[in-house]
């Protein structure tokens, strides 16, 4: 009975490997066929991952710049919104009548019951529904990252009613990037699968995703899924579709807008600092057609798995008008070819116009690794006069720190233009605790190398300075340089691990003013009463050192005693307020004593408990370190080593 099943499995795998292996003119090299295919569909794989692109020569009014930014208004103890990237984006959105592509790392992933003040996912939810409703013939495709299914088979309540309202998603196939750590075992059993997948169109693999989802735990709250082994492994890869990109089409669907940023469309993120660039023309045509390389990937795998029969692990989710009108449940190649070039299609690439033009500005659209490498030129070009402006969320790869100092130590530096440098201090993330790393460690080597370099921090309250921009101006010589876009400047960023999205341009004085005067107030803090950003002293290594072994100290309280953490709140509350008060000079200068007792810290007490925490943690510290240089020298290496081993060993997800 066994050999009779074997063999009907066996003839039927020849049968649908002679189906993939004709196509409609008796091709029976399937090679040549795919070949055939892919070039049929303007398909290359080189488009997709580790993409540079060709300059392209816009017009200055083709590019633009926007931002989302924070400032704290010290005396109301509150937040203060400049929200700029998501009102681009839904003029964008608003404004297509064709086509509109999006690929985010975050949507709503996090599944949080709580509606912040402004529902960025919502927002986008509903403007998209009502799009389509509208207009059923617009094309609406979401591409996303893994986690946002919380590494297993979770649709999230926005995915499904995208779905349902005719929006095709897609998560983003990682498998072909670098593995993110020296443990390989993971991105091994992965490799496997998918060989084993493609040679029994889909039946191995599916039979192995099923199996791995069997659950280990009992529902986990945060996830709202229980915990398998294919979620384990799936998060033990450590790397994301961390781009953020959205493409639109314009004048009636004859060109394309791109709006290439940091920001993710997330409801626990919207709060952070980030900045857009946007361009018009034939670079948003050639950016447009690497996110058609990713939707094309996952229709193309999906159309070679005739036994694929775990559809909740599909990378590909087709809402039921795609499936019904391209007939998607066929497993011939007409189909995919239907869709992709109808749906989502094809731009010629060789058609796009890249002639120089001097009076132009130019622009670069660079992914992964080839954004590592267009910085690392654009620092080690940098001249002496030349002032340099970097507002960085995470900053720890050694060549780019090298490069910095290397520009910052030039001899012909003048002290008065020295290399500037805004980080995000990295304390905390999505109300979590951070000890400083990697960016203190990177402050700090940077500032030992005693260059022409200075170094703040971005002052933040629960949210975070999720930028990852850079400006290199010099009026004149007529230098005028902008990049920015996803890619934090790690070694998982920049290694062909994460897809990550920058674009350059070059040439646009308007663009550069116009951060640099950004830049410019908020590491002065140029307006009055609202504080954009700290002194290095504020987290060096000595106040990081304090409130790590604070933080230490704290976590055994709250683990073993609770309500020692409360006791000694209430015994140093005066310590508290004494060291707030301290640290706003504008406070003492502005209210009057019993004004700043009574008010003021009540409201700094009630609105700021990041702040309350942060001193809290410093001075138990203060109070727990013991005096001897040897100890804070031992922590200090240690500290050091913990950056280090992590971009070394890719050991840490920051």
Request: net charge positive; aromatic share 10%.
């Amino acid at each position: 009975m066994k050999n009779k099943y074997l063999s009907i499995l066996l003839i039927t795998l020849i049968l649908s490997f002679n189906l993939f292996a004709h196509n409609d003119n008796g091709m029976n090299s399937e090679n040549n066929f795919w070949e055939n295919y892919y070039q049929e569909l303007k398909i290359t794989k080189e488009n997709r991952l580790n993409v540079e692109s060709p300059w392209f020569f816009v017009d200055d009014a083709d590019i633009d710049m926007y931002s989302t930014y924070n400032g704290w208004d010290i005396l109301k103890s509150k937040r203060i919104r400049h929200r700029k990237i998501s009102t681009k984006a839904i003029d964008m959105i608003k404004k297509a009548k064709k086509i509109i592509v999006a690929s985010v790392f975050l949507y709503d992933c996090m599944y949080a019951d709580v509606t912040p003040e402004f529902d960025v996912v919502k927002v986008f939810l509903d403007l998209l529904i009502k799009k389509k409703k509208e207009n059923p013939d617009i094309k609406i495709i979401i591409i996303l990252d893994p986690l946002n299914r919380a590494y297993g088979r979770k649709i999230s309540k926005s995915v499904k009613i995208f779905l349902e309202n005719g929006i095709d998603v897609f998560y983003s196939d990682l498998l072909p990037t670098k593995s993110a750590t020296k443990l390989y075992f993971p991105e091994a059993l992965g490799h496997i699968g998918r060989t084993l997948g493609e040679l029994t169109f889909g039946f191995t693999e599916s039979l192995a995703n099923l199996i791995m989802s069997i659950p280990l735990t009992k529902e986990n709250k945060s996830l709202q899924e229980s915990i398998s082994i294919e979620i384990v492994k799936e998060a033990w890869l450590i790397k994301a579709n961390h781009r953020k990109i959205l493409i639109t089409d314009t004048d009636d669907g004859k060109d394309f807008e791109a709006l290439v940023t940091s920001a993710n469309p997330h409801n626990a993120s919207d709060d952070s600092t980030n900045h857009a660039l946007t361009v018009k023309g034939d670079m948003a045509k050639y950016i447009y057609s690497v996110l058609r390389e990713d939707v094309a990937r996952n229709v193309l795998k999906n159309r070679r798995r005739i036994f694929s029969f775990d559809k909740k692990k599909s990378f590909a989710l087709f809402s039921d008008q795609s499936k019904k009108k391209y007939k998607m449940n066929r497993f011939r190649p007409g189909v995919a070819r239907r869709y992709l070039t109808e749906h989502i299609p094809p731009v010629d690439l060789e058609m796009l116009n890249t002639k120089k033009d001097e009076t132009s500005v130019k622009t670069k659209f660079v992914t992964e690794e080839k954004i590592k490498v267009a910085i690392l030129k654009l620092l080690n070009d940098v001249k002496s006069k030349d002032r340099v402006r970097i507002q960085m969320f995470y900053l720890s790869d050694f060549e780019i720190v090298d490069a910095i100092i290397r520009a910052a130590s030039d001899p012909n530096r003048s002290v008065d233009n020295p290399i500037q440098v805004l980080l995000d201090p990295n304390k905390d993330a999505f109300n979590s605790i951070k000890d400083g790393t990697p960016n203190r460690q990177a402050a700090y080597t940077m500032l030992e190398s005693q260059g022409k370099l200075k170094v703040r921090w971005y002052s933040t309250h629960g949210e975070q300075n999720h930028a990852k921009i850079m400006t290199i101006t010099n009026n004149n010589t007529g230098k005028y340089e902008i990049t920015t876009g996803s890619c934090n400047w790690t070694g998982k960023n920049m290694k062909n691990i994460n897809m990550e999205s920058n674009m350059i341009i070059v040439g646009s004085k308007r663009l550069n003013d116009q951060f640099n005067k950004y830049f410019d107030m908020a590491w002065g803090n140029l307006v009055e009463g609202v504080e954009y950003s700290l002194p290095y002293k504020a987290y060096d290594l000595s106040t990081t050192y304090k409130m790590t072994t604070g933080k230490k100290i704290v976590d055994k309280w709250k683990k073993e005693s609770p309500e020692k953490v409360t006791e000694w709140l209430n015994e140093n509350s005066h310590r508290i307020k004494q060291t707030m008060i301290m640290e706003n000079p504008y406070v003492i200068k502005t209210l009057s004593a019993s004004d700043i007792t009574t008010d003021w810290l009540t409201l700094k007490m009630k609105r700021d408990k990041g702040g309350v925490e942060r001193i809290m943690l410093t001075l138990v510290g203060s109070d727990h370190i013991t005096p001897d240089k040897t100890v804070f020298e031992k922590w200090t290496k240690k500290y050091m080593k913990k950056w280090i081993n992590g971009e070394v060993w890719g050991l840490v997800s920051w």
